[in-house]
C-alpha cells in the first residue's frame, strides 16, 4: 500500500504556487503588450475640437453614411444639422460604389464579381484644413450562381454593407491619426 493514498484518494497538493505562476505570467504578458504601443480598436482619440461635426456628405442615404455616422457617434460626437452649428466638417465628396466581372464561364456567363466601394473625404475644424481631400477603396470578390439569383443578391448587398463599415472604420483611424500628429482644442 503507498503512503498518502488513503481509500483510494489522492492528497490534494497547494495549488498556490501554480495559481501565483499563471498570475505573474498574465500580468507579464498584459506589461508587454501595452508597453508595445497596443490599444484596443476604437480606443483612440478624436480631435476635441470635432465634439460637434457636421457630416457633410453628397449622398445622406448611403451605407456609409449610415455607418460613419454611427462609428462618430459611438465616439462621443454630436453630429450637427448645419455647418453653422459646427466646430468642424466632415466633408464627403465622393460615396460610390458598384461592381465588374471579374471572371466568366464558358458559356460567357458571369461566373465572379468584385463589388467595390470608394470614398473621397476630408476634415476642417477651426478654420483649418487637418485632412486634404482623400480616397479610399474598398475591394470584396464574390461566385455568382445564376440558379441562386435571389441569395446573391442578399450577399452583394451584405458585402456593400460590410465595405461601408470597413471604409467608416478607416477613416475614423485616420482622424485619429490626425489629432495625435496635430494639436488642436
Request: aromatic share 6%.
Amino acid at each position: 500500500m503507498m503512503l498518502g493514498i488513503i481509500n483510494g484518494i489522492k492528497p490534494r497538493h497547494d495549488c498556490k504556487p501554480r495559481l501565483l505562476g499563471r498570475l505573474l505570467a498574465l500580468f507579464a504578458a498584459v506589461v508587454l503588450i501595452s508597453g508595445c504601443g497596443f490599444s484596443l480598436a476604437g480606443s483612440g482619440t478624436l480631435p476635441a475640437a470635432m465634439q460637434t461635426t457636421y457630416l457633410d456628405s453628397v449622398e445622406q442615404h448611403s451605407d456609409f453614411y449610415d455607418s460613419l455616422s454611427e462609428a462618430l457617434r459611438q465616439r462621443g460626437l454630436n453630429l450637427a444639422d448645419s455647418s453653422s452649428q459646427a466646430s468642424a466638417r466632415l466633408i464627403i465628396s465622393e460615396d460610390s460604389t458598384g461592381q465588374r466581372v471579374l471572371s466568366v464561364t464558358a458559356r460567357n456567363i458571369p461566373r465572379e464579381y468584385e463589388v467595390f466601394y470608394a470614398v473621397t473625404f476630408s476634415l476642417e475644424a477651426e478654420g483649418r484644413s487637418l485632412i486634404q481631400s482623400e480616397l479610399l477603396v474598398a475591394r470584396r470578390n464574390y461566385t455568382y450562381d445564376e440558379t441562386e439569383v435571389l441569395g446573391k443578391e442578399r450577399e452583394e448587398s451584405l458585402l456593400r454593407r460590410a465595405l461601408a463599415e470597413d471604409l467608416a472604420r478607416q477613416v475614423v483611424r485616420r482622424i485619429e491619426a490626425v489629432a495625435q500628429s496635430t494639436p488642436l482644442g
